[in-house]
């Protein structure tokens, strides 16, 4: 399959695409309250689709695999964090950075990752299914950006509950999808609907106001997170034989100085109506900062091996090109070049899987 021609216009995610993960996340808030959270389970459509788990399937060598469906293979590899790392914004499921390091490397990656989830959240998702694993062999945590917006986030459900403003912040809570912006009403509204809201007074409800620490304190607090969780994920793979690394994952903000025209138009259309994911971010987007907090979980975390892909992502020959589909995920062309990122870092891609028989893609 190859990739979608069109998967991003001036709003970001192509209005199909934009439908399918809406819904998809909609549905996924009806999860049990005494488990992880999770997506809507065995989830189907041309965009995304998950397993009995709610976790999303990974593509390699025609073949599809979960956490809940990994047929035969003797060795698997995982990718973990949030939406960036489940594929938010490809076309469809052979086109996440998974279904990329599977057809690179000749091996089967899973998927584990789900939306908002921080760090300490991610490593809950490899415990609770790790016995369905098997061998694992290498563990990638594409990650950070969730556990920042966790610091924010704290704040605000620790500051004054003012009665006037508890209905603001439930509706904000209610649309915490890691940077999924409202969708408009799946069906046309009636004749006495529309002419109601005509008649009705206009009421221009902002969004709710917090007051938030200094940006450095709580980029500090997320990067000691951070390195306190890839501690503990080393302790626990330490008698395995998995290799773990962890990889910063990208942020519009600090991966470029020069906009190509597509990512310049849907910024401006961002700027319109912000995603609140977006504003938990919004005063961190300096690069200074960025740099500082990758200093700081690089540190934190050591020995695990750390890399920004804010910096890497540049080495791509495809970095020009239009890849964001919003200030935090991917579209086709940017997760296969993110993939191939990986792969040359890490040293994944083996001689030895040519001669395995794989339904060729084109690579970009």
Not at 52 to 70: D, I, N, Q, V
Not at 106 to 134: D, I, P
């Amino acid at each position: 399959m190859t990739p979608s021609a069109t998967t991003t216009h001036a709003q970001g995610l192509a209005s199909p695409l934009h439908q399918d993960y809406q819904r998809f996340l909609l549905l996924g808030s009806r999860r049990a309250p005494h488990t992880l959270h999770v997506h809507e389970s065995g989830y189907r459509s041309s965009t995304i689709n998950t397993d009995a788990l709610g976790l999303r399937y990974s593509h390699c060598a025609g073949k599809r695999f979960s956490a809940a469906e990994r047929g035969g293979a003797p060795r698997i590899n995982l990718l973990v964090g949030g939406s960036t790392a489940l594929g938010i914004g490809a076309s469809s499921d052979e086109h996440t950075v998974a279904s990329h390091l599977s057809m690179l490397t000749g091996e089967v990656w899973l998927s584990l990752a789900g939306c908002g989830l921080n760090a300490s959240q991610e490593l809950l998702m490899f415990l609770t299914h790790q016995h369905r694993f098997g061998e694992v062999g290498h563990v990638v945590l594409l990650s950070g950006l969730n556990t920042l917006a966790h610091e924010a986030l704290g704040e605000v459900l620790a500051g004054p509950h003012d009665p006037q403003q508890a209905k603001a912040h439930q509706a904000y809570l209610n649309s915490f999808n890691e940077g999924m912006p409202p969708t408009g009403p799946a069906r046309r509204e009636s004749l006495w609907q529309r002419l109601g809201q005509a008649l009705a007074p206009r009421r221009n409800e902002p969004p709710p106001t917090w007051s938030l620490s200094a940006p450095e304190k709580r980029l500090a607090r997320a990067a000691d997170s951070i390195g306190r969780t890839l501690r503990q994920w080393d302790r626990m793979l330490a008698d395995s034989h998995a290799t773990l690394t962890f990889i910063l994952q990208p942020l519009l903000p600090w991966c470029r100085e020069t906009l190509p025209a597509g990512e310049q138009a849907m910024l401006a259309a961002l700027k319109q109506q912000p995603a609140n994911f977006d504003r938990l971010l919004e005063d961190t987007f300096d690069s200074q900062l960025h740099m500082a907090f990758f200093r700081r979980i690089k540190s934190q975390a050591d020995p695990v091996p750390c890399y920004d892909m804010n910096s890497m992502l540049s080495s791509s020959p495809v970095f020009g090109a239009d890849l964001f589909v919003d200030r935090l995920h991917l579209n086709d062309l940017g997760n296969n070049a993110l993939a191939k990122v990986i792969t040359a870092k890490l040293g994944l891609a083996q001689e030895r899987h040519a001669q395995r028989k794989v339904t060729p893609i084109k690579l970009v």
